[in-house]
């Protein structure tokens, strides 16, 4: 009994189906697991930022204590019930937050008792003061225990942040090295699959040649003049088979009709010239799939969007050579086809256009269109072209469209289908990796980024200010009066001042420069490049801005508001960690402050 050619060649697609299922397998686990490596490092950073917050505002409270028994101002002691009272909650937060961590959370439960025992201690000279014993107040301070109090709270703060972040050290190195166990796994599970498929059409192409050097042995025999040259019908396929019989048969037929002669030759070169085009075909679809599998491998490398096109540009036309075309993937509303990459003469708008406008994306399926006069066009498609739209999923989620200008032969399909599936593949895994660096350094309700992202980009900025020589500055502001927006309308409507304050710091500040989030109503502005002088200009077009902002939550008006900054320039008598920069820019703000407010002063440092 033989196998048919056919059979053989849907064998071998379907081992190549089981091996690229498996490997996509593996891949999604690698990356479900690097996921969570991350989510768990994002979880300490979360820890992190939030005992920080507490031990801050326990510091605050303590500074407007004393602020208030030294200078006798009231307005210092204001806020004291709220930091302490946010202290409370913020250090609990972190009790709730490492119940995973036994060791961390035992830790910050004992803080949680010092920093009440603080509470209770810095409450004492304060309320001396507020009844006017100022003198009893200061006795209590001078007394040495709230210092006692303090420095163990630090001492513990300081061990229990050096032990989130070793963890967080530790969390970020396993997810890194989950990604780069899925890199090998990638490389090595497409150097599996590129083997079995090279190996199947090898064996393929070997189950032709041999028969066919049969038949072409016996046909040169033949065409010397042996007539009597027979193939043995035992072929090893049906085909081949049938081939053995139909030439023994003319064969015969040669004995008896010479004159026949030519018509059997001709049809003999017609089979022959029909085998030569199918292997050639096996033999480029083999080259189309190694192709493929370098240009998964850069894709799955890819760190940027640009990046990312660039490989498409080089390796699409290869694969589908003379088509130009452009790849749209959905943008994060998913509201809009925004272009990825072009290739060939094509020139794509760079706002794209509206998922419904594109027939493939409306049926979930391939709209190819040959006679405009007899379909549906598109509606991002020049009239009366002649183009063809894929849809690229993933998951069973259409993640965008391939675009291609002309008519899509039956080989191009081939290799058409097996990109989409490459490209929807890397785009998927190239927005995850995205989405978790963006979680790591932006503030979520302003997206600036964050606090951590500012101590390690000022260290980087600091260093280059050191080797080049050239200025840097920084930049500390806060909202003025924020504490009356919760106050009157809510922590909502606190929010919306913070979102309208940071969108127009953002786009007011330079490119390079560097707007984070401070903490609470706080921000910084890393200015590399620029000296304080020269900064406070562009400080005080901010500032006027911000004053000429109506701000507004959901139908309410909240009236306007003001901000007040501190401005600092490094110098190299200043430590290269940053502190004392930001310590400079900070006791400008409060200069800023004590002159009343909605202004910008430049620290005495600086000058």
């Known amino acids: 009994m033989f196998i048919s050619l056919t059979a053989r060649i ?13 490997l996509a397998g593996l891949l999604a686990d690698a990356s479900y697991q690097a996921s969570q490596s991350f989510q768990w490092a994002a979880h300490s950073a979360q820890v992190i930022e939030t005992t920080e917050a507490a031990l801050n505002n326990l510091r605050e409270a303590e500074s407007g204590q004393r602020g208030f028994v ?12 709220k930091r302490l009272d946010s202290a409370a909650r913020t250090i609990a937060r972190v009790a ?5 961590n036994p060791r961390q959370h035992a830790r910050a439960r004992e803080m949680a008792l010092l920093m009440k025992e603080r509470s209770a201690f810095l409450r004492q000279p304060l309320d001396l003061a507020r009844r006017g014993n100022f003198a009893g107040a200061v006795t209590i301070i001078a007394s040495g225990r709230g210092r006692d109090l303090m420095d163990a709270i630090s001492v513990r703060g300081e061990a229990f942040l050096e032990e989130e972040r070793a963890l967080q050290t530790t969390r970020q190195d396993a997810a890194a090295q989950r990604l780069r166990r899925g890199k090998r796994l990638a490389i090595f599970g497409a150097i599996a699959v590129a083997l079995i498929v090279i190996g199947g ?10 028969p066919l050097e049969t038949m072409l042995r016996a046909m040169t025999a033949l065409g010397s003049g042996d007539e009597q040259t027979r193939i043995d019908t035992a072929m090893g396929s049906r085909e081949f088979n049938r081939l053995a019989i139909g030439y023994n048969a003319m064969a015969d037929r040669l004995e008896g009709a010479v004159s026949d ?8 070169q017609v089979v022959n010239a029909e085998l030569e085009r199918n292997t050639k075909t096996l033999r480029e679809r083999g080259d189309v799939i190694e192709l ?7 894709m799955q490398a ?8 660039q490989i498409i540009r080089v390796f699409v036309p290869q694969v589908l050579p003379d088509i130009p075309g452009a790849l749209y993937a959905h943008n994060n509303s998913r509201n809009c086809l925004v272009p990825v990459a072009s290739w060939g003469d094509i020139v794509v708008p760079d706002d794209g256009f509206a998922p419904e406008r594109c027939w493939a994306l409306r049926r979930g399926q391939s709209h190819s269109v040959v006679d405009p006069r007899r379909d549906i066009v598109c509606a991002h498609v020049a009239e009366g072209e002649v183009y063809h739209c894929e849809p690229l999923l993933a998951g069973g989620e259409v993640i965008g469209v391939l675009y291609l200008r002309g008519r899509i032969e039956a080989e191009n399909r081939f290799r058409m289908n097996v990109l989409t599936e490459n490209i929807a593949s890397a785009l998927v895994n190239h927005r995850l990796q995205r989405s978790l660096r963006e979680q790591t350094i932006r503030d979520p309700l302003t997206s600036l980024f964050n606090r951590r992202y500012m101590e390690e980009a000022l260290k980087l900025e600091i260093a280059r200010a050191s080797r080049s020589g050239n200025p840097l500055s920084l930049v500390m502001c806060d909202v003025d009066h924020f504490k009356r927006f919760n106050d009157e309308f809510g922590h909502d409507a606190g929010d919306a001042v913070l979102q309208q304050v940071a969108a127009e710091m953002r786009s007011r500040f330079r490119d390079g420069d560097v707007v984070c989030r401070f903490g609470g109503e706080e921000f910084t502005i890393i200015a590399p490049g620029t000296t304080a002088e020269a900064l406070a200009k562009r400080v005080d077009i901010v500032r006027q801005a911000i004053a000429e902002i109506a701000v507004r939550h959901g139908n309410r008006a909240l009236g306007s508001t003001s901000m007040s900054f501190g401005i600092a320039t490094w110098t190299d008598i200043m430590d290269r960690e940053g502190a004392t920069l930001i310590q400079a820019a900070d006791m400008a703000l409060y200069q800023s402050k004590r002159d009343g407010r909605n202004r910008a002063t430049i620290s005495a440092l600086a000058a």
Do not use: N
């Open 10 to 22: 849907v064998a071998i697609g379907l081992i190549v189906v089981l091996a690229l299922g498996s």
């Open 70 to 81: 030294i200078t006798r101002d009231p307005a210092y002691a204001r806020s004291f019930a």
């Open 96 to 100: 709730g937050q490492t119940r995973d």
């Open 201 to 210: 059409f090898t064996l393929l192409v070997q189950g032709i040649r041999r």
């Open 261 to 268: 002669r030519g018509t059997s030759e001709r049809q003999l």
């Open 292 to 298: 493929l599998g370098g240009m998964a491998h850069r």
């Open 302 to 309: 890819a760190r940027t969007d640009d990046e990312l096109a």
